[in-house]
């Protein structure tokens, strides 16, 4: 019985490794001002990565993250249960302005962390890089998701 149990974890995590290699990885910046701030992100836009986000991660590179796209402005609720480092959680509207920031997320803490007001997507990034880099509500996120690339 243990051993059966203990294959199927080993599985589920062999699982969620292929997830993690199979997201799309982009790059993303976010003007603060008159400053520009470069990211590559993992985009998780099937309902599957979205919930997977960046659980069972032991660290996360200073210019990395992951973007959630939902696809559609709506209300958003995010936790960090099995989420293993702080991050910042950056709220944007559709066109992708930030309208709030969760800063420094507790690590395996199930409490909701929501804006308040519906999003289209989240931007995760190492907890305290966005009071490093001075990055504010009212920032703007360019992503071909906020479809604002061009120019």
Do not use: Y
């Not at 990211?39 to 979205?50: G, I, K, L, M, R």
């Amino acid at each position: 019985m243990i051993r059966s149990i203990l294959t199927f974890t080993a599985a589920l995590f062999c699982l969620a490794g292929a997830a993690f290699a199979q997201r799309a990885v982009t790059p993303l910046e976010v003007r603060s001002g008159e400053t520009s701030h470069r990211f590559t992100v993992e985009v998780a836009d099937t309902p599957d990565a979205v919930q997977q986000g960046l659980m069972f991660r032991e660290e996360l590179a200073p210019d990395a993250g992951m973007l959630f796209d939902f696809g559609v402005t709506r209300p958003a609720s995010m936790w960090m249960k099995n989420t293993l480092i702080p991050l910042d959680m950056l709220f944007i509207k559709e066109d992708g302005q930030v309208v709030a920031i969760a800063r420094n997320a507790q690590p395996h803490s199930l409490r909701s962390i929501s804006p308040g007001v519906p999003v289209r997507g989240v931007l995760e990034i190492p907890g305290g890089r966005a009071q490093e880099l001075g990055i504010q509500p009212g920032d703007r996120i360019i992503h071909p998701v906020f479809g604002n690339t061009g120019g």
